[in-house]
């Protein structure tokens, strides 16, 4: 996938879809190193922490968005299934945003089709609504600065502001202008590895909307708050010397303090299952005979074994010979979320 797409191609691009009121973006999932779980402002998605994360440039998804005077109402389709209700509401909010923005009034058609599994921890609501922040505003006529593009990503579904800017992002804290990611590094910077081991490829039980909801009622949220800035700070130094020795360990904390809140809050969500715990064992068992690899989870029991590129075939293999899995997918650093026609 084209990274370095030409910004002059981009601003020819928005002319005509501005013209032709129907876009088409492309973008990429992301896999947190510092997660984001809770928010300050649930209705904006403010986040209670600052993350950090890497877009997977094998995993996309496309988006169409065509403005129609012919409809009467947004018309969703998913992989080509027609979707209603919470799921559409979502989509139709973020539109209005767009809508308000660009005085328009008219309903659109939005086509959105994915080369990964859906709604099982894999970070697909994080492709989904950047490549929907891109399409809609393009078609809708705004030329947005990638800062706005990933506010207008954010309020759909926090993880998806990380997903707008090209190779690793931050997202910083904030309020609704401010608290935007930007990339920290672009892909060719370092050549990591997410070698995603797939455990269960099923819709999610509690999706992250209602997970980000329950984050205040565990008695560890407040200690992984205070204790996320300080990993933030140390992982985004790792990040930019390519220190995967010092990076590795703290981005397995991160997602054991995140997963500790979610099993201790009221009610619990339990989003692991023994295969989850059998692949972290196993992962500690290869770093103990040199194998430097080190995992994430993010909401679902899929686990994500990163490394760098020198490594990804044998982790592959190892990872292959796992009992009771369902696939393993791979995937190098990503590019920005970009229109593509
Ligand atoms: O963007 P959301 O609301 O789907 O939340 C994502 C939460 C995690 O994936 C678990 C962590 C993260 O930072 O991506």
Redesign the pocket.
């Known amino acids: 996938m084209e990274t370095n797409f030409n910004v002059t191609a981009q601003a020819e691009l928005r002319k005509l879809v501005a013209y032709q009121r129907v876009a088409t973006a492309l973008a990429h999932p992301n896999i947190?190193f510092i997660?984001?779980?809770g928010n300050q402002d649930d209705r904006l998605r403010l986040p209670a922490n600052p993350?950090l994360?890497m877009n997977l440039g094998c995993l996309y998804t496309l988006t169409t968005v065509s403005f129609d005077d012919g409809l009467s109402s947004d018309l969703l389709l998913i992989n080509e299934v027609p979707i209603y209700g919470a799921a559409l509401a979502r989509v139709s909010a973020m539109l209005n945003w767009v809508r308000e923005k660009a005085n328009l009034t008219t309903a659109a058609k939005i086509e959105s089709v994915s080369n990964f599994p859906i709604g099982s921890g894999i970070?697909s609501?994080?492709a989904a609504f950047a490549a929907l922040s891109v399409a809609s505003s393009a078609a809708a006529g705004l030329d947005l600065s990638e800062a706005a593009v990933s506010q207008l990503a954010r309020r759909g579904?926090?993880?998806?502001s990380r997903s707008v800017p090209t190779g690793y992002s931050e997202w910083v804290m904030g309020d609704d202008e401010t608290s935007v990611a930007r990339s920290l590094a672009p892909p060719e910077f370092w050549d990591l590895r997410d070698i995603i081991v797939v455990v269960n490829q099923e819709h999610k039980a509690v999706g992250?909307?209602g997970g980000?909801a329950l984050a205040k009622t565990s008695s560890l949220q407040a200690a992984r708050l205070v204790g996320a800035i300080n990993r933030f700070q140390l992982c985004r130094e790792s990040l930019l010397a390519r220190d995967l020795a010092t990076m590795g360990p703290i981005i397995e904390e991160d997602a054991i303090i995140?997963h500790a809140v979610m099993m201790s809050s009221h009610p619990p969500i339990y989003y692991w299952d023994a295969t989850t715990m059998m692949i972290i064992q196993a992962v500690q068992q290869w770093r103990r005979e040199g194998l430097p690899v080190y995992f994430t989870i993010?909401?679902g029991p899929n686990v994500h074994l990163i490394c760098e590129a020198k490594d990804a075939e044998t982790v592959m293999v190892q990872a292959r010979q796992l009992p009771n899995i369902e696939s393993v997918m791979s995937s190098d650093v990503g590019g920005p979320a970009m229109l593509i026609d």
Not at 157 to 160: E, K, N, T
């Open positions: 947190a997660k984001y779980w993350s994360s970070a609501s994080a579904s926090g993880s998806a992250s909307t980000h995140m993010d909401a």
